[in-house]
């Protein structure tokens, strides 16, 4: 499955849904006009946040971007899903459910390096977020405050604005990461 296909894809089909040209969406989005179009060939393998921006700018969920189509009844193997990474590769994300019309939420797998943190750039409007923690220690900064989530705890939050994960703890933070996009 190649990852960046599929972004392209979807952009262009998004995007020409909304009836928006590239200009527009760079406004939108706060990505380049030459990033989007780079993006919508294929050419390039976008980021977490560029996707987050994008989708924010689209008024869509994150991985809308990344959906492709799937049947009623599935197993999704971890081997079958291409990775979202940070720019240093200590932050992994991924998708394992997809929004889709007929489901108002994403979950997705995520992983930090020990001592390694990642920062989102918020998600859209109204959206929560929910995680749960398996194995090491989440500290997350939200809304100018301090959370530590241990394994086998859960925390949640409105994720609209900027939060911070950070590898507290020893090892690989593993937890599950669920978005709910309220109609």
Request: aromatic share 10%; with cysteine.
């Amino acid at each position: 499955m190649n990852i960046n296909l599929i972004i392209a894809e979807n952009l262009n089909r998004l995007r020409k849904e909304q009836n928006l040209s590239l200009g527009k969406l760079s406004e939108l989005s706060n990505v380049s006009k030459v990033m989007l179009s780079q993006i919508e060939k294929g050419d390039t393998n976008p980021t977490i946040n560029t996707i987050w921006k994008i989708a924010k700018g689209l008024k869509v969920s994150y991985t809308s971007l990344l959906e492709k189509q799937k049947h009623d009844t599935y197993v999704i193997k971890r081997s079958d899903i291409a990775p979202q990474f940070d720019d240093e590769g200590h932050y992994r994300l991924y998708c394992y459910y997809p929004n889709t019309p007929q489901r108002n939420i994403e979950i997705f797998q995520m992983e930090i390096d020990e001592g390694c943190n990642y920062t989102s750039v918020g998600h859209s409007k109204k959206s929560q977020e929910y995680i749960m923690v398996f194995e090491g220690e989440l500290t997350l900064q939200v809304n100018n405050e301090t959370f530590i989530v241990n394994a086998n705890d859960t925390i949640s939050f409105i994720a609209a604005s900027k939060h911070v994960y950070f590898n507290s703890g020893h090892g690989t933070l593993k937890a599950v990461i669920t978005n709910l996009y309220p109609v």
